[in-house]
Each structure stands twice: as structure tokens, then as C-alpha cells.
Nanobody
Framework: QVQLVESGGGLVQAGGSLTLSCVGSGPIFSMFGVGWFRQAPGKEREFVAAVSNSWSETPSYGDSVKGRVTISRDNAKKKVALQINTLKPEDTAVYYC?????????????????WGQGTQVTVSS
């Protein structure tokens, strides 16, 4: 079983950067694919980025953030980080970390079985 805890959210001015962290627990964390999703008020949860359990597989990125985000993984620390650059007001949302037992960098929300509690990111204009 895996548990996830996100941190790093906050209030940021447009154009700034932020790094979110997701720390996992459990002995098999390294076997899971890990993704980041976000949900703004009144909107559906949206895929942001994902990384697989394999160093050879390229991470996946959502179209709305491609070129502005980087996802990275440190299995020794059981941590997955999401760096977001050039933040825009439309990036304002609760950001969730999630784990999939499939182990791949899936963009499909339904593949993810374990979710963190979320961290709020607010971007001011």
C-alpha cells in the first residue's frame, strides 16, 4: 500500500515558479507510476504530468502545461517533484499527486488508485 503527501503549494505572482513535492510511503513506492493532476473550482480534474517506474520511459505532460513543467523522481527519497515555471493565473488549482500500480506514466485519471490530499496553488495576476 502506498500513501502520498503533497507540499509546496502557496500564493505566487504570475511569471513566477513553484516546485511541488509528493512524498510516498511503503516499501514498493518505486514500482508505481506517479502523476500530478490539478482541479480548479468548478472544473474537472486535469492531467498535468506523470513519471513511470522506469528511467527509460519519457515522462508525460499535459498540453496546457507542456514546456513549462518538469517532473522528476527520486526513489531513494520516495519523492516526486513537479516544477512549474512561468506561472499563469489559470494555473490556480488544487494540485494532487497520485500513484498507479501499472507503473507507467499514464495520463488517464482512472489508472490511479492512490491520491494525496492536495496542495493549493494560487497565482495572482
Amino acid at each position: 500500500q502506498v500513501q502520498l503527501v503533497e507540499s509546496g503549494g502557496g500564493l505566487v505572482q504570475a511569471g513566477g515558479s513553484l516546485t511541488l513535492s509528493c512524498v510516498g510511503s511503503g516499501p514498493i513506492f518505486s514500482m508505481f507510476g506517479v502523476g500530478w493532476f490539478r482541479q480548479a473550482p468548478g472544473k474537472e480534474r486535469e492531467f498535468v504530468a506523470a513519471v513511470s517506474n522506469s528511467w527509460s520511459e519519457t515522462p508525460s505532460y499535459g498540453d496546457s502545461v507542456k514546456g513549462r513543467v518538469t517532473i522528476s523522481r527520486d526513489n531513494a527519497k520516495k519523492k516526486v517533484a513537479l516544477q512549474i515555471n512561468t506561472l499563469k493565473p489559470e494555473d490556480t488549482a488544487v494540485y494532487y499527486c497520485a500513484a498507479t500500480p501499472r507503473g507507467v506514466a499514464s495520463m488517464n485519471l482512472n489508472d490511479y488508485r492512490t491520491w494525496g490530499q492536495g496542495t493549493q496553488v494560487t497565482v495572482s495576476s
